[in-house]
């Protein structure tokens, strides 16, 4: 499975934002992904989640504010981001985990879950 990121860029707050990430490699959609995130010095985490049977979970700092969805049939992951702060600021990456679970597993699971990553693509909120 091969991931490929766009969307990315630099924004101000209280701006929106929709990051996709291409699928390719499998014909089978029956697997989790989300996207995580991770600024320098810090650990990759877990924003939003999309189960194998279509449950999302989201991060507390983003619940309400993030939306992430799949289209099984473009074959692509989405990240809508709303109302967003200095501190969603950071290189999102697309991950896919190979397990039919819910998506709140792959939030709790995190980074060790994951099986393949997407190159990345930086959001810079600043005013």
């Known amino acids: 499975v091969h991931l490929a990121e766009s969307g990315g860029g630099s924004v101000q707050p209280g701006d929106s934002l929709t990051l996709s990430c291409a699928i390719s490699g499998s014909a089978d959609s029956q697997f989790c992904m989300g996207w995580f995130r991770q600024v320098p010095g810090k650990q990759r985490e877990a924003v939003a989640t999309?189960?194998?049977?279509?449950?999302?979970a989201y991060d507390g700092s983003v619940e309400g504010r993030f939306t992430i969805s799949r289209d099984n049939v473009k074959n692509t992951l989405y990240l809508q981001m709303n109302s967003l702060k200095f501190e969603d600021s950071a290189m999102y990456y697309c991950a896919a985990a190979f397990a039919r679970l819910k998506g709140l597993w792959l939030l709790r699971a995190g980074q060790d879950a994951v099986d393949t990553w997407g190159q990345g693509t930086p959001v810079t909120v600043s005013s």
């Open positions: 999309i189960g194998s049977d279509g449950t999302t």
